[in-house]
C-alpha cells in the first residue's frame, strides 16, 4: 500500500495537490532537488532488460510529500515491461494493478513478467515489483489485436457542474486559458507573506518539483484555481496535461506514459468528495491508493493536451472509488482510468 500521511495542519493542506499513490511526513529541509522529478518522460519510464522476462528501473521518483516511489511510475514501468514480451501486432488495452507496498527511491526495482496466455486476438501477462526480496506490486494486463471495423460508442466530455453532477457538454475551458497547478504555490506565496518558514520552504520545493516534472499539469476547474484552500467541497476535479519533452510516436510507450501520468491527483478526488483537508473537522489524515485499473480505447498523442476529469461516485468505510475519463482535446475519449484507496479522517 502507498500511503500518505497529513501530521501537520498547514502541510495536509497541499494533500489535494500532489501525487496520492506514496507518502512520507513532511520535512520542509527537504530539498527540491533531491525529490526532483524526471525532466523528461523518457527517463522516467527507461529499464535495463537483465535477462529474458526480467528488468530493473535506472532511476526512480520520490515526491516531495512521498513515502516511496511514485505509483504512476511504478504502473508504468511495469506497462513497459509486459509490453516488451508481447508481439507488436497485439496493443494493450488494459491493467488491473494493486499496490501492495511502498517502494524505496534509493533501492531498484526488480520487474518479472509471465507469460500467462498467447491467443489469437488475445494475449495476457502478469508482472510483480519486487524490491529487497518483497512484491510490492503486482499488475495484469490484456494485449489484443485491434478490430477497427467493429461499432464505436462514447458519452461525450462532461462540463463543470455546481452539485457535482456532469452532463455530456464540453463546457471546460481549453488548456490555453487554465491556470498551471504550480500557480496555486506561487499564488500563496505570494498573498501570504509572513508564511511559517518551513511553510514557505516546503511551497517553494513544490514550485520546483511541478515546474521540472515530466508532466504538465493545468487546473480545468474554475473552483480549483487560486491560492491553496480556496477550493470548494466536490466529488469531481478536472486538468488538462502533457507531456513536457516530446514523446516517442510509438503507441505502445505512449500507454506507458499515460500508465505515468493517470496517477496524478486521482485519489484525492475522494478526499475532496469527503470535504478532508488539513483544516477540516476531523481532519484528513491518510489516503493511500489500493488499486489502479485502465482501459484504453483511442491513440492519443502524449506531447499534445489531454483533458482528465475525475469524479468519486462512493466513499464510506474509510475507503474510496473514483473514476476517471481521458479525452483527447479534439473530444475523444481515449482511456477510462479507475482506483480505489484508503481515505481516512482522523477521529
Known amino acids: 500500500m502507498n500511503k500518505r500521511n497529513t501530521t501537520e495542519v498547514e502541510h495536509a ?21 533531491e525529490t ?33 516511489v511514485f505509483g504512476g511510475q511504478v504502473i508504468a514501468m511495469a506497462v513497459v515491461a509486459a509490453t516488451a514480451s508481447v508481439e507488436p501486432l497485439k496493443h494493450l488495452h488494459s491493467l488491473h494493478a494493486y499496490f501492495l507496498s511502498f517502494g524505496n527511491a534509493d533501492r ?29 506490486f ?17 458519452i461525450g466530455r462532461p462540463k463543470p457542474d455546481q452539485v457535482g453532477r456532469t452532463a455530456p457538454l464540453e463546457d471546460y475551458p481549453q488548456p490555453e486559458e487554465c491556470q498551471p497547478i504550480e500557480s496555486r504555490f506561487i499564488e500563496t506565496l505570494e498573498q501570504n507573506p509572513n ?7 516546503f511551497l517553494e520545493n513544490a514550485i520546483d518539483e511541478r515546474q521540472h516534472s515530466a508532466i504538465e ?22 486538468y488538462w496535461f502533457r507531456s513536457r519533452t516530446p514523446v516517442p510516436k510509438d503507441p505502445a510507450f505512449q500507454k506507458g506514459v499515460l500508465a505515468y501520468a493517470s496517477d496524478f491527483q486521482l485519489i484525492s478526488t475522494a478526499g475532496n468528495a469527503l470535504g478532508l483537508s488539513g483544516r477540516s473537522t476531523p481532519r484528513l489524515a491518510m489516503m493511500a491508493s489500493l488499486d489502479h485499473s485502465m482501459y484504453f480505447y483511442n491513440d492519443f498523442d502524449c506531447s499534445e493536451w489531454l483533458f482528465y476529469h475525475m469524479e468519486c461516485p462512493r466513499a464510506a468505510h474509510g475507503r474510496g472509488v473514483v473514476t476517471g475519463r481521458i479525452f483527447t482535446q479534439d ?8 482506483q480505489e484507496g484508503v481515505v481516512r479522517a482522523n477521529l
Open 36 to 68: 526532483r522529478s524526471p525532466e523528461t518522460i523518457s527517463e522516467a519510464l527507461e529499464l535495463e532488460t537483465i535477462d529474458t522476462n526480467l528488468f530493473r528501473s535506472k532511476r526512480l521518483w520520490k515526491p516531495l510529500v512521498g513515502r516511496g
Open 108 to 136: 531498484p526495482i526488480i520487474y518479472t513478467v509471465d507469460r500467462l496466455r498467447d491467443g489469437k486476438s488475445y494475449a495476457t501477462r502478469s508482472v510483480k515489483a519486487i524490491q529487497d526480496g518483497r512484491c510490492i
Open 217 to 238: 499539469i493545468r487546473i480545468a476547474d474554475p473552483a480549483r484555481g487560486g491560492p491553496i484552500g480556496m477550493g470548494v467541497k466536490s466529488p469531481t476535479q478536472a
Open 331 to 338: 473530444g475523444k475519449l481515449a482511456i477510462v482510468v479507475a
Open 138 to 154: 503486482s499488475l495484469t494486463c490484456s494485449f489484443q489485436v485491434p478490430e477497427p471495423s467493429q461499432p464505436v460508442f462514447q
Open 195 to 201: 508564511l511559517p518558514v518551513k511553510l514557505k520552504a
Open 13 to 33: 493542506e497541499l494533500s489535494n495537490d500532489q501525487p496520492v499513490s506514496t507518502s512520507q511526513n513532511i520535512s520542509a529541509t527537504t530539498a527540491a532537488e
